[in-house]
């Protein structure tokens, strides 16, 4: 599953690992906070992509890959990390992206703010608030540097029409209607695309930031004076408030 971050990657990747034949391996190449010894050892994807389907007695392995840790940890692009999976004969591709990318920052940058990424289910949801410097906004990837908004928008949809371009036999799933309101709706299409029947499961994650942007960003009214009348500009909508259960 390649996907780009805070895109509800984890509610289905725990809903996947329910699954009696598949073992759902989670970021595996995000390796500043998990298989950091490959990373001194030689060809270190390989071993990794080969370790992570030998350690197991499933059907099926699961990975998800964020493109910018390839590039940071291991400076390898993403049409080199394609011809390995295709040697080692991992296939079928999904990609996984949210069209309100304005959202998808926010949602990141209150993370931050909290350093807390994920809530299970059971768990209340802080209201957490922030305030955007739209001209200076961090960016994840290599060098974390600041750039303005705009750029990050516009930077986020470059990387999505990359992995559209270069993914063959590919699951496309949007966050909006694929994992907002039912992650199940997501779950089902990943199990009939590998091949496996649907397996009852349970959704055990909350959505992180279920708050409307006007409420969470605290000088609001610069971020609306900024978007309007780029292309950008229809993000600002508002979604009703509430901590369901979604990714």
């Known amino acids: 599953m390649f996907h780009t971050s805070r895109t509800g990657s984890s509610v289905l990747g725990n809903m996947l690992d329910q699954h009696p034949d598949l073992s759902w391996r989670k970021e595996s190449f995000n390796f500043n906070v998990r298989n950091r ?9 390989r071993r990794l992509l080969r370790d992570l389907r030998d350690g197991t007695w499933s059907r099926y392995v699961g990975i998800e890959v964020v493109p910018y840790q390839l590039r940071r940890y291991l400076d390898l692009d993403l049409p080199a990390f394609l011809e390995i999976l295709r040697d080692l004969d991992y296939r079928p591709a999904i ?89 199940r709706v997501g779950y089902r299409k990943i199990c009939r695309h590998v091949g496996l029947p649907p397996h009852p499961v349970e959704i055990r994650d909350r959505r992180a930031n279920p708050y409307p942007l006007s409420r969470v960003v605290e000088n609001y009214d610069v971020l609306v004076a900024y978007l309007r009348g780029t292309r950008f500009e229809w993000m600002l909508e508002e979604e009703p408030t509430g901590g369901s259960t979604r990714g």
């Open 95 to 183: 990609l996984l992206h949210r069209r309100n990318l304005l959202r998808k920052i926010v949602s990141a940058l209150v993370a931050r703010k909290r350093e807390r990424w994920r809530f299970a289910a059971h768990e209340t949801v802080p209201f957490t608030t922030i305030a955007i410097d739209v001209e200076r906004v961090p960016r994840t990837g290599p060098g974390a540097d600041t750039r303005p908004l705009i750029e990050i928008l516009e930077l986020s949809e470059r990387r999505v029409a990359e992995l559209q371009r270069a993914l063959d036999d590919v699951l496309e799933l949007i966050y909006e209607e694929d994992v907002e309101a039912d992650p």
């Open 37 to 45: 010894e490959y990373l001194e050892m030689d060809d270190p994807v």
